[in-house]
Every structure is written in structure tokens, then in C-alpha cells.
């Protein structure tokens, strides 16, 4: 006779179509949070659909896009013949439900908010990140509750809306909400395996600053024939952004490297066994040298170097043909990731004071966007369970990464709730996130949806 979790597994896989319907659904409103489109639609959804896996959800407001919070033990979320739920200990779950915006059209081969599937894979905007993810996780609720009758332990959700714009409004309604969000242990928003199919469990994200520059210098665009009087804003944004990074690769701004705590030698461990996708990544990106020529351990060293990355550049005519223009302002977009121990505040600050110091005062600076790094101890006692759940369902040890380079607002959930933080689910290098052409496996889909549900039956005590 097969056990719950083999029952578990049985369900997830016969009832995968009806959960990759819930994603096309889901994945079919453009709920691009930097263009506030789709959001109060794709909110409404989520929480339809966390109601129908057996949670209490509710949208609930914050200083920008609402939150989703779902709860397993509330009253009405009780399992299958009226069992209720364990409280001895709590799951959080944290995801989001925009995504970024899908240009450049002209290289999606199938509309980014029409879900195709070809090749085994799932296509469209959001279906990698996040949105497949949060799904995933809804199918094994729902497989869990389906079999046992109820969840082994309380399950919370909190589905947030500006994951892609930093989470401006995520840490006020944290520190707001504290009682209503507390929790023993966190699963976060993203997770898979690597480019040899090997799951991943990542422990720390680093923090990031993104800001907007932009600078006039004329009323109106001129004619490029008095470029010898009439000062060209595009040449004077790039002389304020060469004025923040050497060709070695170094931040200039005086004091941006105060304070940054290196990694231990639990980390460092970490690190030096990890395997590398130096190779794969060269050729996946048709990279001829990687910054600073890294390779071997200082290329997986590299994450614990803050980086200042411009992210977009625009002045003057960028049609077909020429114009000939001197052009009146420039904009440029810049993300700064950041590493443990610095602060986007502080580094705003500094920020405003190196151009300020370099002549650029005319340099207007928005921020568009900051957290701070936030990192779990490898030796807790969940990564430990994260990692053992992993290698059952994928047959291989899981890899344990102390950080990588992406960014997310685990900071706030260490600081304010201070659960652990564990990656897992349905992703693998070619999802491509943020770029055309987003795919999700659907293979894949159903071995993190299994994980899912193994880690909270071990969780709770049970399927140990």
C-alpha cells in the first residue's frame, strides 16, 4: 500500500492540468507593477485562487500595491471532513505576483501574456517569476490537503505586489503587521535546480540600490551645428556616470565600501564546493572574458563584490538614419547590488555627495528602489531539512549557495520575523526571467510542486 507521500506525489502529477491552467490564468493579466497595470486584477486572483486551495486570503492595502495574505488555520480554512490544522509550528510562504514588463516585443515568438506551451515548456511573461512559482506551491497545499485531510502544520502566504520595483511598500506593512505574519520558518519566492539538473537552495540575496539620473542642459533640442556653444546633456551624463566606476571594475564614491561584512568560513565552505557554471554560463552568454578575468574560485567569490550596473542609457535620436541634434537631456538607469553590511540610504547619501563633489550637482538622482542584503546561516536546522527534502525528490544532493547575485526583500523578513529562509521550485537556467521569451518547464513544474509538499510534510512532523 503507497504511502501519503506517494499518494501525494500521484496526485500532484494527475492533476497537473488543472494546475497549469490556474497559471495560464493567472499569467494572462500584465500585472507590470513599474507600469501599475493588472494589479488590483492579478491580486483578486491570487486570492481567488489560494481560496479554493483551502486558505482564508484576503487583499489587503498598502502604501502602494495591495498585498495577498492567506492563512491555513484561520477560521474557515480547515481541512478535508472538518480536520483542522497544527499550530505548533508555522510555514510562511513568500511570493508576488508582478512581474517585469515584457519589452522588447519583437523577440517574443508568442504574445507575453498569451501562455503557449511548446517543447515541454510553459511561454510567457511572469510563468519563471513568480508567478509559476506561487502556483506550484498552491498545487501542493491543495495535494497535501487532498490526501492527509488537512495541512501538518499552519501554512501563511504573503503574495506581494512590487517585487519588481524593489518592495517600496513591503517593510512598513511588515513592521505594521508583525503578530499577523509571525512564523518559525520561510520558504521564498523562487527556487530549481541548476544547468545539470541539480536543485539549488539558495540562503542569501544581496540587497540592491536602483536610481535614475537625468540632466538638462537646453530648453530644447539643437542643431548639432552649434555643439561648439551649446553644452549636449548626453556627454555630460556620461562623464557623471565614468565618474563612478574605473575600468578596474571599482566603485569610486568615497566610503562605499565602508562596513561590508565578508563572508565567514561557513560561507566560504559553501562556496568552494559549490560546482561551477563558469562554462555554461560562458556559453550561454557568448562571454569572452568575465569581469575582472575571474575564473575558478574568484569567480564564485564574485557575488560578494558589490557591482554598479547601468541598466539603460537614452539622449538624443535613436531612429533609423541621421539627426543631426545636440540633445537637451539624457536619462540613464543604474542598479547598484549590494553586499552584507551596506545600506542603500547611506550609499544614497554618499551617492549625492561624490557627484556633488565632482562637479555633477546638476545631476538630478531619483531613487527608484532599495534593499538591503539578507542572509540565513547555513548550519539552521531548516536549510538542513530544505536540502534532505530536495535530494529525495531529485535523486541528487542539493546544493547549498550562501548568496547569489539577485535581490529580494529577505532582510525585512530576517530583521522583522527572523525566520530562516529557504529556496525551492520550478525554475532552471533556461526560464530566462526578465527577458523575452520566459519559460517554465513543465517537467520541472512538477518536481518542485513535489518538493513543496515533502518539505512541509517533513516540516510537520510527518513523511519523516
Known amino acids: 500500500m503507497a504511502g501519503p507521500q506517494e499518494e501525494i506525489d500521484r496526485y500532484i502529477e494527475d492533476h497537473l492540468p488543472e494546475s497549469l491552467d490556474d497559471l495560464k490564468r493567472l499569467a494572462r493579466i500584465p500585472s507590470v507593477s513599474s507600469k501599475s497595470e493588472g494589479i488590483a486584477e492579478a491580486a483578486a486572483l491570487v486570492a481567488e485562487l489560494l481560496g479554493q486551495a483551502g486558505f482564508a486570503a484576503r487583499v489587503l492595502p498598502t502604501t502602494g500595491h495591495p498585498v495577498v495574505y492567506a492563512d491555513s488555520a484561520a477560521e474557515g480554512a480547515k481541512g478535508k471532513d472538518g480536520a483542522s490544522v497544527t499550530d505548533d509550528k508555522t510555514l510562511i510562504c513568500y511570493n508576488h505576483y508582478d512581474v517585469q514588463p515584457p519589452e522588447p516585443l519583437e523577440l517574443w515568438e508568442s504574445p507575453p501574456f498569451e501562455p503557449t506551451e511548446r517543447g515541454g515548456r510553459l511561454y510567457a511573461r511572469g510563468v519563471s517569476d513568480d508567478k509559476g512559482q506561487l502556483i506550484s506551491r498552491i498545487a501542493a497545499m491543495r495535494a497535501v490537503r487532498a490526501v492527509t485531510g488537512g495541512l501538518p502544520a499552519r501554512v501563511k502566504f504573503l503574495v506581494e505586489g512590487e517585487e519588481e520595483i524593489s518592495s517600496p511598500s513591503l517593510e512598513p506593512f511588515i513592521e505594521a503587521n508583525r503578530e499577523l505574519l509571525a512564523a518559525d520558518a520561510c ?7 541548476d544547468y545539470a539538473g541539480r536543485p539549488q537552495v539558495v540562503l542569501g540575496l544581496r540587497g540592491i540600490l536602483y536610481v535614475e539620473f537625468r540632466v538638462r542642459t537646453l530648453a530644447r533640442d539643437a542643431h548639432s551645428g552649434e555643439a561648439h556653444n551649446l553644452p549636449n546633456a548626453a556627454w555630460r551624463l556620461v562623464w557623471a556616470l565614468a565618474s563612478l566606476k574605473g575600468p578596474d571594475e571599482r566603485i569610486c564614491i568615497p566610503g562605499f565600501y565602508d562596513g561590508i561584512a565578508e563572508p565567514g568560513e561557513a560561507e566560504l565552505r559553501l562556496l568552494e564546493r559549490m560546482p561551477s557554471d563558469e562554462e555554461f554560463t560562458r556559453t550561454q552568454y557568448a562571454v569572452r572574458a568575465f569581469v575582472g578575468d575571474h575564473t575558478g574560485a574568484e569567480y564564485k567569490r564574485a557575488v560578494y563584490k558589490p557591482t554598479a550596473n547601468i541598466a539603460g542609457f537614452g539622449s538624443g535620436w535613436q531612429g533609423q538614419g541621421s539627426k543631426t541634434v545636440t540633445p537637451a537631456e539624457a536619462l540613464a538607469k543604474m542598479d547598484f547590488r549590494l553586499v552584507p553590511g551596506q545600506d542603500p540610504a547611506d550609499l544614497t547619501r554618499k ?18 528602489g532599495g534593499e538591503k542584503a539578507g542572509t540565513t546561516p547555513p548550519d539552521d536546522p531548516f536549510v538542513r531539512l530544505a536540502a534532505r527534502t530536495a535530494e529525495e525528490v531529485y535523486g541528487t544532493p542539493a546544493i547549498l549557495k550562501p548568496l547569489i547575485g539577485g535581490t529580494g526583500p529577505t532582510w525585512i523578513f530576517r530583521s522583522a520575523l527572523g525566520t530562516p529562509i529557504v529556496t525551492l521550485g520550478p525554475g532552471d537556467p533556461e526560464s530566462k526571467a526578465h527577458a523575452p521569451n520566459e519559460s517554465l518547464s513543465l517537467a520541472r513544474f512538477a518536481q518542485g510542486t513535489r518538493h513543496m509538499a515533502r518539505l512541509l510534510m517533513a516540516y510537520g512532523g510527518e513523511g519523516n
Open 351 to 368: 551617492l549625492r555627495a561624490h557627484l556633488d563633489a565632482s562637479g555633477f550637482a546638476d545631476v538630478e538622482v531619483r531613487v527608484l
Open 187 to 193: 520558504v521564498w519566492e523562487f527556487g530549481g535546480v
